[in-house]
Every structure is written in C-alpha cells, then in structure tokens.
C-alpha cells in the first residue's frame, strides 16, 4: 500500500491551465492510478487513468484537454489540465491500486485514495 498526496489544485479562471500532481510514498511502478473528481452533490466520476505500462484513457468531458502522465522514478502521477472549464469544478483524486490490470473507470476498483484537491474554475 501507499499513501497518496495530491497538490497542485486552485481557483483559474475559463481557458486557464494548472496541473495536479499525486506524490506517492513509495514505488508505484505496479500500481494502476488514475484520477477522480467529485463536484458538490454528484457522484464521484472518473476522469483519466493510466495503467502500469502508460497505457492512457479519458472521459469524453476532458478528451483532448487533459493529459495524464506517471513518473514512476519520481513515485509522482501528473494531471496537466488545459482549456478548464467551470464544468470542471470538483475537488481532483487521485487513487491507485497494486497490480491493476489495464485502467479502471469506477472508483470501487481502487482502494488507496489522496485527500484531494480542490479546483475551482470561474467564468
């Protein structure tokens, strides 16, 4: 198991950038990650995954606007998050899981979580 912490989150306004870092507190090179976001009064939703081997998917909300990456030297997974929208308000996840196979779209597939990040994109 590792403990995951996520940083990198903050208020920007439409069109702007930032991007979510998720330092791990060990090596994450078995592990499949991914990123979640949760905005007030929804579910949780998936946002991108990245497998063991760089494999990457994303939901259709963020395809062509947000990049998922891993270091895995670094024990650091990176969301780099272009052309925010206010839709795009939600406190960001990140979540992993030893030996995952492939990427996995729903959060009960994971089982180590950060604490989140909130971001906050105005109009």
């Known amino acids: 198991q590792v403990q995951l912490v996520e940083s990198g989150g903050g208020l920007v306004q439409a069109g702007e950038s930032l991007r979510l870092s998720c330092v791990a507190s060990g090596r994450i090179s078995s592990y499949g990650m991914g990123w979640f976001r949760q905005a007030p009064g929804k579910e949780r939703e998936f946002v991108s995954g990245i497998s063991r081997i760089g494999n990457n998917f994303y939901a259709d909300s963020v395809k062509g606007r947000f990049t998922i990456s891993r270091d895995n030297a670094k024990n650091t997974m990176y969301l780099q998050m272009n052309t925010l929208k206010p839709e795009d308000t939600a406190v960001y996840y990140c979540?992993?899981?030893?030996?995952?196979?492939?990427?996995?779209?729903?959060?009960?597939?994971?089982?180590?979580w950060g604490q989140g990040t909130q971001v906050t994109v105005s109009s």
């Open positions: 979540a992993a899981r030893w030996l995952l196979v492939g990427i996995k779209t729903s959060p009960l597939e994971y089982d180590q």
